[in-house]
C-alpha cells in the first residue's frame, strides 16, 4: 500500500507556515521563496514514497538543511571587498552617446566652415601652429588669421550650443 499524496489545500496552508519560518532565519526574501519552493518540492516527491508521522515537522527540517546547504556553500565561495569605486573605468553608455553626438556636431560646424577658415582653425588648434606661420604659410596677414580663429570659434561655440539644446529637448 503506497501512502496517500498530501492535499492540494494542505500545501497552501503549509507554504505560508514554511513562509514564515524561513523568513525567521533568513532576510533574503528570494532567498526565502526559493527555499519554500525547494521544500515543498522535496517534500511532495518524499511524501509520495514513504509514510511521514509529521509532515510540518519534516517540511521544516528540510528547510533548515537547505538554508544550511546555502550558508555553507556562501562561505566556501571566494569573495572579494568591493571598492567604493566604479569597478571598470569605461564611460557610462550615456555618456559615450553625448560624446558622440557632440563629436557629429563638431564635425558638421567645420564642415559648414568656409574652406579657408577650416585650415586657419585646425592649423591653430589642432597643430599648434603659430599665427605668423599660418600667416605666412597661407599669404594671410596675422590679423586675417586673428580673425579666421576668432570667427571659427564662434561658429563652433554657436553650433555645439544648438546642438546641446536639441539634445536636452529629446531628453525631456
Known amino acids: 500500500m503506497s501512502p496517500a499524496p498530501l492535499p492540494f489545500l494542505w500545501i497552501a496552508d503549509e507554504r505560508q507556515r ?17 527555499v519554500v519552493q525547494e521544500t515543498l518540492a522535496r ?10 508521522d509529521n509532515v510540518a515537522a519534516l517540511a521544516r527540517r ?9 550558508f555553507r556553500a556562501e562561505r566556501l ?12 573605468d569605461n564611460p557610462l553608455p550615456e555618456q559615450v552617446l553625448m560624446h558622440k553626438q557632440r563629436l557629429e556636431a563638431f ?24 599665427c605668423s606661420d599660418i600667416a605666412r ?27 546641446e539644446k536639441k539634445r536636452k529637448r529629446y531628453d525631456a
Do not use: W
Not at 517534500?43 to 511521514?52: E, F, T
Not at 567645420?110 to 599648434?128: A, F
Not at 604659410?137 to 570667427?151: G, M, P, Q, W, Y
Open 18 to 34: 514554511l513562509s514564515r519560518f524561513v523568513a525567521g532565519k533568513v532576510r533574503d526574501h528570494g532567498l526565502c521563496e526559493d
Open 43 to 52: 517534500l511532495v516527491a518524499y511524501v509520495r514514497d514513504h509514510k511521514v
Open 62 to 70: 528540510i528547510a533548515l538543511n537547505l538554508i544550511s546547504d546555502h
Open 77 to 88: 565561495r571566494p569573495t572579494e571587498a568591493i571598492e567604493d569605486t566604479l569597478a571598470c
Open 107 to 130: 564635425t558638421e560646424a567645420l564642415k559648414d566652415m568656409p574652406p579657408l577658415r577650416r585650415e586657419v582653425l585646425i592649423r591653430r588648434r589642432l597643430h599648434g601652429e603659430t
Open 137 to 163: 604659410s597661407l599669404n594671410l596677414s596675422v590679423d586675417a588669421v586673428e580673425k579666421h580663429i576668432t570667427r571659427g570659434l564662434r561658429q563652433l561655440h554657436e553650433t555645439l550650443a544648438r546642438a
